[in-house]
Structures are given as C-alpha cells and as structure tokens.
C-alpha cells in the first residue's frame, strides 16, 4: 500500500520561508513525477510545481524565483522550499506523486493528506 506523508507545515511570517517534505512509502515500481498542489480559503486546488523523474519542473507564475522543488530518489521523498512568503500562499498544501506500484503494475495517482501553511501579515 502506497502512502504519501507530508510534513513542514506550519505558521510563518511574511517574508519567511518553509520547507516542506512529503514521502512516498510502500513497495513502489516506479516513479513518474512527484508535484506539490494547495487549495487556497474559496479557491481552487493549483498545481504549485512538478518535478519529473527526468528532471525537468515547472512551476506556477506566481511562486517562479521563489519556491524550489527538489527530489531525493533513494529515499522517494520531495521537497518543496518556500521562501520570501506572502500571505497569498496560505493554503493546505498537497503532496501528489504519479507511480506505478509494485502491487498490481499499473500507473496511479497518489495524494497525501495536506498540510497546512499560513503565512501573517
């Protein structure tokens, strides 16, 4: 069984930084890409950054030059480094990995359970 357990959450003040980690647990095959979501207070659910087994990443306009998304492939675990935070990036961050498991081969989409960043004015 395949879990995402994120951690890093937290309270911060404008200008300040976090860093978010999420790991991917369980008997995994492959891993496709790994990528961070939030869900704003009266918002959508947006794609923050991705970061492919390849290497290659992109990132919303909004945290470009801001937010970094990096991987360690040994240990399944993403990361997601916040920096100059504005009250606009608090939201309930969510941790996504696109994986095959060893369990049935077949290529899934997995969330985590979210974490809670809010950035004081």
């Known amino acids: 069984q395949v879990q995402l357990v994120e951690s890093g959450g937290g309270v911060v003040e404008t200008g300040g930084s976090l860093r978010l980690s999420c790991a991917a647990s369980?008997?995994?095959?492959?891993?496709?890409?790994m990528a961070w979501y939030r869900r704003a207070p009266g918002k959508q659910r947006e794609l923050v950054a991705r970061?492919?087994?390849?290497?290659?990443?992109n990132y919303v306009d909004s945290v470009k030059g801001r937010f970094i998304i990096s991987r360690d492939n040994a240990k399944n675990t993403v990361f997601l480094q916040m920096n100059s935070l504005k009250t606009e990036d608090t939201a309930v961050y969510y941790c996504n990995a696109d994986l095959t498991p060893m369990q049935d081969a077949v290529r899934h989409v997995y969330w985590g359970q979210g974490t809670q960043v809010t950035v004081s004015s």
């Open positions: 369980g008997s995994i095959f492959s891993i496709y890409a």
């Open positions: 970061l492919t087994t390849y290497g290659s990443t």
